[in-house]
């Protein structure tokens, strides 16, 4: 009997959960952890791959009104995770950037990242916004909770000061879906033909496209043709 691998997979968990309890609480010493190798290193990177799950699982009445079938469901939920990802990630490029070129501060994608990461914490309960009537309020709180995390961490990362990393965050924001709705338009196509393959049906996604197939499920059958 070998102890290390179980005694590897405590001490990740144990980290795991230690940076989570303390983004939620907004502790810059979860922040400060994820910068330095170790257990922790990667923390940042699956807390974001988790809430994109999370979020799925909160989303995934799509996929039931799709008639997904149960594999195919849970294909559709990594591969929502995966997407949900990517975007994390050119939100945190996006942010780096304009630090780099509006603060002009001597710093890597990586502490960004990690940062952002961890402060997506908050996400991990975005399941909880499939809850009627209370799914919305309950994500625009959560949006609120990451993005006050995400200046507590990049305060703690970079030591500019809150309402510059604030800044930050906000512009990074909208580069993101500046680039999103021009050159990232392919990328945006090629994520709804990944989720279109792994349900393996056209997935409707779009308000439009839903309220007509939940107005057609209401309306009676019509009677047959008299001859």
């Given at each position: 009997?070998?102890?290390?691998?179980?005694?590897?997979?405590?001490?990740?968990?144990?980290?795991?959960?230690?940076?989570?309890?303390?983004?939620?609480?907004?502790?810059?010493?979860?922040?400060?952890?994820?910068?330095?190798?170790?257990p922790?290193?990667?923390?940042?990177?699956?807390?974001?791959?988790?809430?994109?799950?999370?979020?799925?699982?909160g989303?995934?009445?799509?996929?039931?009104?799709?008639?997904?079938?149960?594999?195919?469901?849970?294909l559709?939920?990594?591969?929502?995770?995966?997407?949900?990802?990517?975007?994390?990630?050119?939100?945190?490029?996006?942010?780096?950037?304009?630090?780099?070129l509006?603060?002009?501060?001597?710093?890597?994608?990586?502490?960004?990242?990690?940062?952002l990461?961890?402060?997506?914490?908050?996400?991990?309960?975005?399941?909880?916004?499939?809850?009627?009537?209370?799914?919305?309020?309950?994500?625009n709180?959560?949006?609120?909770?990451?993005?006050?995390?995400?200046?507590?961490?990049?305060?703690?990362?970079?030591?500019?000061?809150?309402?510059?990393?604030?800044?930050?965050?906000?512009?990074?924001?909208?580069v993101?879906?500046a680039?999103?709705?021009?050159a990232?338009?392919?990328?945006?196509?090629l994520?709804?033909?990944?989720l279109?393959?792994?349900?393996?049906r056209?997935?409707?996604?779009?308000?439009?496209?839903?309220r007509?197939?939940?107005?057609?499920?209401?309306?009676?059958?019509?009677p047959?043709g008299?001859?």
């Open positions: 009997m070998v102890p290390f691998p179980t005694m590897a997979l405590s001490e990740s968990l144990a980290a795991f959960s230690t940076v989570v309890g303390g983004a939620l609480r907004l502790k810059a010493e979860a922040f400060r952890d994820v910068q330095y190798a170790g922790t290193g990667a923390v940042g990177i699956w807390i974001a791959l988790l809430a994109g799950f999370s979020q799925a699982i989303q995934a009445f799509i996929l039931f009104v799709n008639r997904v079938r149960p594999l195919r469901f849970a559709c939920l990594l591969v929502e995770a995966l997407l949900f990802l990517l975007g994390f990630l050119a939100w945190a490029l996006s942010t780096w950037l304009v630090i780099r509006l603060f002009a501060y001597p710093i890597t994608p990586m502490p960004v990242i990690r940062a990461g961890v402060a997506h914490a908050p996400r991990l309960l975005a399941f909880l916004g499939a809850l009627p009537y209370l799914g919305v309020p309950w994500l709180l959560l949006s609120f909770w990451t993005a006050i995390a995400f200046v507590v961490g990049l305060v703690d990362a970079t030591g500019l000061a809150p309402w510059s990393v604030f800044s930050a965050l906000v512009a990074g924001w909208f993101m879906h680039l999103q709705r021009s990232g338009q392919p990328v945006m196509r994520g709804n033909w990944l279109d393959r792994a349900a393996g056209p997935v409707l996604r779009e308000k439009r496209q839903l007509q197939f939940f107005a057609d499920e209401a309306s009676p059958p019509s047959p008299r001859h």
